[in-house]
């Protein structure tokens, strides 16, 4: 049984360009949720999908979004990529957004130069 | 609001020693904690949680954490530590009154454990 899979596993991208990171939940897993996690801090909440909507959002301006598929993937877009946007980009899935039981993925590395 | 505090960038044991890595958290309604474990390049793993119930939590390799209302604390401990559990601590706050999954994190505590 996969777990949470995330690609790529790292990416770099200039300044002003726009990217998209994926994530395929573990099975039976209906919930995503994305973190980011610079280096040295611990992983901040970006936002969480469910039923192909966003339910909730943290402190992240509009250049970020995100998409969740029928098959309850997803995907995180963030545009005008800004140098601090660099971070460990994490996904989260679990059984219902309610499930304290979640599992993340191994993460996505994305360096803005 | 919700936060964690984890006062301790980096604790260092002995192999064999026990071990503790601290975190205290302020939140407004009913406290949901836990625990997850980073290796280098990898994502979190969950060790352990605390929903209600008994204070002293177990959970996975041998680790356990003791949820602590009158002082805010959820620290980390393991009898006798393995070089192996060498790696990246962080604790989490979840608030219990909502209904989605919204974790707050500790900036974490890296943990070396010497043979």
């Known amino acids: 049984d996969a777990g949470v899979t995330q690609s790529p596993t790292h990416l770099i991208k200039t300044r002003g360009q726009q990217v998209t990171l994926r994530c395929s939940p573990k099975?039976?897993?209906?919930?995503v949720s994305w973190y980011q996690q610079a280096l040295g801090q611990g992983p901040q909440f970006i936002f969480q999908y469910y039923e192909e909507e966003e339910r909730q959002r943290g402190n992240f301006p509009d250049r970020f979004s995100g998409h969740q598929f029928p098959n309850y993937s997803s995907e995180l877009n963030v545009n005008a990529l800004l140098l601090g946007d660099s971070a460990l980009y994490l996904c989260?899935?679990?059984?219902?957004?309610?499930?304290?039981?979640?599992?993340f993925g191994q993460g996505t590395r994305l360096t803005v130069v | 609001a919700q936060s964690v505090a984890q006062p301790e960038d980096q604790v260092n044991v002995a192999e064999g020693n026990p071990l503790t890595v601290k975190c205290t958290y302020s939140?407004?309604?009913?406290?949901?904690l836990f625990w997850y474990v980073q290796y280098p390049n990898r994502g979190l793993q969950f060790l352990l949680k605390?929903?209600?119930?008994?204070?002293l939590v177990k959970g996975s390799y041998g680790f356990e954490a003791e949820f602590n209302k009158s002082q805010t604390s959820f620290h980390l401990k393991k009898p006798s530590a393995l070089v192996s559990d060498s790696a990246l601590y962080f604790c989490?706050?979840?608030?219990?009154?909502?209904?989605?999954?919204?974790?707050?994190f500790g900036s974490g505590t890296k943990l070396n454990v010497k043979p």
């Open positions: 989260a899935s679990s059984s219902g957004p309610r499930n304290t039981e979640a599992f």
């Open positions: 605390y929903i209600t119930g008994d204070n």
């Open positions: 099975s039976g897993h209906d919930t």
């Open positions: 989490a706050v979840r608030d219990g009154s909502y209904n989605f999954n919204k974790f707050y």
């Open positions: 939140v407004s309604g009913n406290p949901y």
